[in-house]
């Protein structure tokens, strides 16, 4: 560096420091004694020649079990936090400049370190008091004695006063969920308006038996939320919202809140998914119910009938033993339309006519129903959306395709390291190559390509293996597409690459093929 070479980040810990050398020191204290036996790694530099600025991407990794003067007591909990320096020299190379850009806050939050605040200490009180279950006892003397809540959440709908929400909070985090746990991930306050903002999560298992609450599930939920916590001019807080996601956290342990869905087309839904076929759903929908989807193995499906009888393959002959499971429903009364969001999961063990032999792969694939019923409450009409090449993958079938024959065969013949000698059969003689990449940048001919590419699969990679992930083609301008996935481990010598370094690369990666 240079003797006065400055530092600058807009980070809490560092907001004071504004030289190298200050910082430098800053980082031997934090390195060597709150954090020994700390690492760290270069993810990626680069240096752009008309700013003469380098650029440092870099994660550190420590665990705080030392006393360092200014810092709270070891903790003893580790941080994995994420940074970039941008390092500026001058003319003789010398560092003159440094800045950190750093989620200070975050890192913090890792090892349980507080930053000093501004919070009112009532709010921050108020917090935990809730958090921890110690109902109204413990929390009302953070608050007024009329505080108010408010949250658009179901399960919270009709609680309007913090009393009642702090007695909510003890029967869940002391009685249906006990031994339950949270974190407190950031805290800030805006002293204009008089409002704390809290960034929780909260951890639990339905153990416990609760009124008003199904049975325990022995499901665990890990759920984020905010409160937006207002204090008056004493310090005390008067009004509380919670911004809360209560559907995903009532999904993660089983709980089905009261729904509007009209019950056949829940009851079709289950039917269908655990493959009863048309003898079971037929209670549920007209007996000309239609059937639709965008998706290739269902496109000649019309009606329920169809589609029930071709689930009921699926789940009960090619994947004995499947399971789904009902992530969300909802109903818009305006349309007389429900929506099913779903996720299945199956291993293709068994044979079935039309599909391919059984290739023991598993699949787990989200789809949604879109389900009209008539003025009855029957299911008239079902659309499904769902990505159905992915799930195809994932168990190795291949769909029939558009894709010329010559550009798969192609694209096999290149990945498994065929070299040009295989591969000019499906190219013209003088088949172009691009790409921006720094290794490929001079390569402009499929010939070397190919080539290229053998060193890396045969040479470089021994052993090394792809997917194909997806395929489809534009017949608009003749272009075919490939998404795959290279794996492999370096640890052969190729001329023009470092040598073995016996570590292992998983790249995805698309071809456009014209």
């Known amino acids: ?65 030392g006393h360092l003067e200014g810092f709270p007591a070891p903790t003893y909990k580790s941080m994995e936090t994420q940074y970039v320096y941008s390092i500026h020299v001058n003319a003789h190379g010398k560092v003159d400049k440094i800045t950190k850009v750093w989620h200070s806050a975050w890192a913090a939050a890792q090892v349980g370190w507080t930053a000093p605040s501004n919070v009112p200490a009532d709010a921050v009180h108020l917090f935990h008091a809730c958090e921890s279950g110690k109902g109204w006892h413990d929390c009302k003397q953070y608050c007024t004695h009329d505080a108010i809540f408010s949250a658009q959440a179901e399960p919270l709908k009709d609680i309007k006063t913090v009393y009642g929400y702090s007695e909510w909070m003890k029967g869940i985090a002391l009685v249906a969920m006990p031994g339950s746990s949270y974190e407190l991930n950031s805290q800030s306050f805006d002293a204009k308006t008089n409002t704390a903002m809290f960034f929780g999560t909260f951890h639990g298992t339905h153990s416990g038996h609760l009124e008003g609450f199904p049975a325990p ?122 929506t099913f969001f779903g996720t299945f999961r199956g291993t293709h063990t068994g044979h079935l006519h039309g599909f391919p032999a059984p290739t023991h792969r598993s699949m787990d694939t989200q789809y949604v129903y879109s389900m009209h019923v008539n003025v009855h409450g029957k299911v008239d009409r079902i659309t499904k959306v769902w990505h159905s090449a992915w799930a195809a993958a994932q168990v190795g079938w291949t769909l029939s395709s558009s894709v010329p024959v010559d550009a798969e065969h192609l694209f096999h013949a290149c990945e498994s390291g065929k070299g040009w000698h295989e591969c000019m059969r499906y190219c013209t003689h003088d088949a172009m190559f691009s790409a921006q990449a720094e290794p490929l940048k001079d390569i402009s001919t499929v010939y070397a390509y190919t080539e290229w590419m053998k060193g890396i699969a045969v040479v470089a990679m021994p052993g090394s293996s792809y997917e194909l992930n997806a395929q489809s083609f534009d017949p608009k301008t003749s272009t075919a597409t490939f998404f795959g996935t290279f794996r492999g481990t370096h640890t052969g010598h190729l001329h023009g690459f470092p040598a073995p370094t016996h570590k292992s690369m998983e790249t995805q990666y698309v071809y456009n093929m014209h």
């Open 217 to 338: 599930t022995y499901k665990s939920m890990e759920t984020q939320y905010v409160y937006s916590i207002h204090v008056n001019a004493h310090g005390k807080v008067d009004k509380i919202t919670k911004v809360w996601h209560s559907a995903w956290a009532a999904a993660q342990v089983g709980w089905t809140a009261p729904s509007n869905v009209p019950a056949d087309a829940v009851h079709l839904f289950h039917a269908c998914e655990s493959g009863k076929g048309w003898q079971e759903c037929m209670h549920f929908c007209t007996h000309d119910a239609s059937f639709d989807a965008q998706a290739e193995p269902l496109k000649d499906i019309k009606t329920m009938r169809g589609y029930a009888e071709w689930m009921r393959g699926i789940a009960v002959v090619a994947m004995p033993g499947s399971s789904y499971e009902l992530n969300a429903q909802s109903f818009d009364p305006e349309t007389s339309t429900a």
């Open 1 to 65: 560096c240079t003797h006065d070479a400055i530092f600058s980040a807009q980070a809490e810990p560092l907001k004071d420091i504004k030289t190298v050398y200050g910082y430098s020191e800053w980082m031997k204290g934090i390195a060597l004694v709150a954090m020994p036996g700390s690492s760290y790694e270069l993810n990626s530099q680069s240096f752009d020649a008309k700013t003469n600025t380098a650029m440092f991407f870099g994660t550190f990794h420590g665990t705080h079990s």
